[in-house]
C-alpha cells in the first residue's frame, strides 16, 4: 500500500519538495554533525559599545587615534628621506630619517597588533568586557568598509 502513494520527486508540488528537502537536510546534518541548528538573525539599533562605562570604547579609540598618528609620522619621515637621499645630504642625516622611519613605522604596527588584540579580548568568554555584540559591530564595520572601498575602486575603474 504504501509503495502506491510513493511519487517521484518532480511530481510533488512546491511545497512538498521543500518540506522534502528540508527533511534530508535535517537528517544529513544530523547523522553528519551530530546536531541540527537553525540560525536566526536579528537586526538591532542599539550603540552596544557605550554602555555605562564606555572605558573600553575609549581605550580602543584612543589606540586608534594614536595609530593614525604614527602613520602620519610615518609617511612624513619616508618622505623626508627620499628628499634627503635626493638632495644627496650627509649620510648621518638620511640614516636618522630612515630610523625614524622604521621607529614609526614599527609603532603603528604594533598599535595595530594591540587593537586586533582588543577585538580577539571582546570575543573571549569570561573576558570583563565580553560582548559578541561589540564583535559583530567590528566585523560589520570592517566588511561595510572594504565593501564600499571596492565599490569606489570600480567606479573609478568604469570611469
Not at 2 to 20: G, I, T
Not at 113 to 120: A, H, K, P, T
Request: charged share 35%.
Amino acid at each position: 500500500q504504501p509503495e502506491s502513494n510513493m511519487r517521484s520527486f518532480h511530481e510533488l508540488n512546491a511545497e512538498d519538495q521543500f518540506a522534502k528537502i528540508k527533511k534530508r537536510v535535517k537528517d544529513y546534518s544530523h547523522r553528519a554533525y551530530k546536531r541540527v541548528h537553525d540560525s536566526k538573525v536579528e537586526l538591532r539599533e542599539e550603540n552596544v559599545c557605550m554602555r555605562e562605562n564606555p572605558f573600553y570604547v575609549d581605550t580602543v579609540r584612543a589606540f586608534r587615534d594614536r595609530r593614525y598618528d604614527y602613520k602620519r609620522l610615518t609617511k612624513d619621515w619616508k618622505t623626508k628621506a627620499d628628499n634627503l637621499e635626493k638632495e644627496k645630504a650627509s649620510l648621518l642625516k638620511v640614516n636618522e630619517a630612515k630610523n625614524m622611519l622604521l621607529l614609526y613605522d614599527s609603532l603603528q604596527l604594533a598599535h595595530k597588533c594591540i587593537l586586533n588584540s582588543f577585538y580577539g579580548y571582546v570575543m573571549r568568554r569570561g573576558a570583563r568586557w565580553y560582548s559578541m555584540e561589540m564583535a559583530g559591530i567590528v566585523t560589520h564595520t570592517g566588511s561595510s568598509i572594504i565593501t564600499e572601498t571596492r565599490q569606489l575602486v570600480e567606479q573609478d575603474r568604469k570611469s
